[in-house]
Structures are given as structure tokens and as C-alpha cells.
């Protein structure tokens, strides 16, 4: 297991810095978070293994030790919550990296990217189908129905990788739109032919209904793919300085934790609201994500913008995007 240290970093786009101390398990002190611009957030995440780090943040009582009452709402995707960041139901949310720049592409939102969530690993994300499945191969996909929770995101993006470099148009398949939950019972009526699911969802479903896995879509162009995101409109960071400190401040020790225990991750998925709450024999067995300890201003460059010349690579983009224009 990696072992990773908090060092001191500068943690907002608009000139606040916060000293974090190595080893250092809580805020140095109550002085250190007053004037906060907030205090109660409601942050919208998809209740999947990539957010464990904000989990853990909310259930270890690290956003309170830092003077933030933190509200978790689950979300179906990151598409739908930006709508909800405009309008001020959501100060902060949690999803996949593809929807956000779609949104800041299309002008639908003005994002900021204050953290990186989660990078796929190994089985973090796969396509299943049933038993006795006639599709035994990525060939077979051809014509097939594929159950995504939402049009146009990160799975879409993975999966259409995946099928080019196995010779496969994704314009040869049908993309449908199903909640994760749903998946293994659409399957089982034959609504879809094949369900893309991260973790847990795929385990779960593996369990429950005994589904196959076909491939998994940690391979090629998207291995180790920069999958969830932690954003918020640019207003916000702007209006909102020291109560962002604060929050990332947390939310890195969170993320700690979950890159390096794996029974807090699993601790924090069984701890998820219903429908969503993993049962401990699939917490388990459930495959782990990367968590890195990048947030704003310190965050990786490089990294974020593969998931913008992916997009282009895939057709999902008309045009280049620099991601940088979404950081502070």
C-alpha cells in the first residue's frame, strides 16, 4: 500500500494558503478555520466507489473539525448536478470528469476543478453481461444494447475506447440510459444486452445476479483514466475562499485515508444511503481506485487535460479543449 504525505500547499486560486503538517490528522486548530464565508455545505456526489475520500471526510468527522456541517446528496450523474450547482442547491459536487467538461464546453456551467476524485484502476469499471450470453467478446458488441447511467459521460467514453482499439465503431452500438441500480434487472429483462458498472455495482451484481464479466475498461488510451472530479462554479470559489480551504483541506486528508486503508473505503461504502449501501461481503471483495492527494492549486495538469484529448479522440469533442481554463 502507498504511504503518502501531507506537505505544505497552497489550497485556493485566489491567494489563501493553509499550512498542512506532515503526519498531521486534524486541523491545527479551531483559529486556523474561523471567518469561514459557510459553514453548512451540500455537496451532490455519486454514491460510487470513486468519492470514498469525501465519505470518509463526513464520516471520520473531518469537515467538522474543521467548521463545516457537511450534507451528502446522491446523484444520478455529474450532468445533472452542474443544473443544480448553478441554481445554488449544490455548493460543491462529485461526479465523472467527462460530464463536467461537456458542460463547460457547451457554456451549460462555469466550473472550477478544486480536486481529483478517483483514477481507475483494474476492474473499477467493466461491461457484464448474463450468463449464457450469446456476446462472448468485444467483436460480438456489434448492434448491441449498452446500459449507461447517463448519455454522453465517462462511460460512454470508456467504453468507446475500448471498442476502437478492438476494431469496433462505437457508432455500431446503442448506447441506453439506466440507473446503476437498475442495471442487473434490465439485463435480466432483456431492456439491455450488456451493463457498464463501476464499483461497487458491478460486484453487487455480480453477486445478486450472477453477471459475467465481458471486459474490463481499464485498458489502452484510459488506463489509469482520471475518472471523478470534485468542482465548483467559479463564483462560488471566488465568493466562498476560506470555506474551499477548508474543505479540501479535509476532504486531501480524506483521500489520504482512502489510498491507504483499505477498511475505511470499505467502511465508508457500507455506510452509503439505500440504495446505494454495499453490503460488507461486497465492500470486501470490491475493486479500489487510486485517490490523489491533488487539489487546487496543486493540481495535475497533465493528467486532467488526458481526459479532454480523449474526448476529442473519441468523437466527443468537435474541437480541442484545454482543461486548464477550468482550473484556478
Not at 455537496?43 to 456541517?69: H, M, R, S, T, W
Not at 449464457?132 to 475506447?161: E, F, Q, Y
Not at 475498461?217 to 463564483?235: C, E, H, I, R, S
Not at 479540501?248 to 489520504?256: N, V
Request: charged letters at 20%.
Amino acid at each position: 500500500m502507498r504511504r503518502r504525505k501531507l506537505n505544505a500547499i497552497a489550497l485556493t486560486s485566489v491567494g489563501l494558503f493553509v499550512i498542512l503538517c506532515t503526519g498531521c490528522g486534524s486541523a491545527s486548530g479551531a483559529s486556523q478555520w474561523s471567518g469561514l464565508e459557510k459553514t453548512n455545505l451540500t455537496v451532490g456526489a455519486v454514491p460510487v466507489g470513486d468519492e470514498a475520500g469525501l465519505y470518509i471526510a463526513k464520516d471520520e468527522g473531518l469537515f467538522a473539525k474543521v467548521g463545516l456541517n457537511v450534507t451528502i446528496d446522491s446523484i444520478v450523474s455529474s450532468e445533472t448536478a452542474t443544473k443544480e450547482q448553478n441554481n445554488g442547491t449544490f455548493d460543491i459536487t462529485a461526479g465523472n470528469s467527462v460530464s463536467y467538461i461537456q458542460d463547460q464546453v457547451t457554456g451549460a456551467a462555469n466550473l472550477e476543478i478544486v480536486a481529483e476524485g478517483s483514477l481507475m484502476q483494474p476492474n473499477n469499471q467493466a461491461l457484464y453481461t448474463l450468463p449464457g450470453s450469446p456476446i462472448k467478446s468485444i467483436a460480438d458488441l456489434k448492434g448491441a444494447r449498452i446500459g449507461v447511467n447517463a448519455p454522453d459521460n465517462i462511460g460512454t467514453l470508456l467504453i468507446s475506447s475500448v471498442l476502437e482499439e478492438h476494431g469496433v465503431s462505437p457508432k455500431d452500438v446503442h448506447f441506453v440510459t439506466v440507473n446503476f441500480p437498475l442495471m442487473g434487472e434490465d439485463l435480466e429483462k432483456h431492456v439491455i444486452d450488456v451493463a457498464w458498472l463501476p464499483e461497487p455495482f458491478g460486484s453487487i451484481d455480480q453477486a445478486a445476479v450472477g453477471l459475467e464479466e465481458l471486459c474490463d475498461l481499464d485498458q489502452g488510451a484510459t488506463a489509469n483514466f482520471p475518472v471523478g472530479w470534485y468542482v465548483v462554479t467559479k463564483n462560488w470559489a471566488k465568493e466562498n475562499p476560506r470555506t474551499l480551504a477548508a474543505f479540501l483541506y479535509a476532504l486531501r486528508e480524506g483521500q489520504q485515508i482512502a489510498d491507504t486503508d483499505r477498511s475505511a473505503v470499505q467502511m465508508a461504502m457500507e455506510r452509503l444511503p439505500k440504495p446505494y449501501t454495499v453490503p460488507p461481503q461486497i465492500a470486501a471483495v470490491m475493486s479500489l481506485e487510486d485517490y490523489p492527494l491533488s487539489i487546487a492549486p496543486d493540481i495535475d495538469r497533465s493528467r486532467v487535460q488526458r481526459v479532454a484529448d480523449a474526448m476529442y479522440q473519441f468523437q466527443m469533442l468537435t474541437h480541442p479543449f484545454q482543461v486548464s481554463s477550468m482550473l484556478g
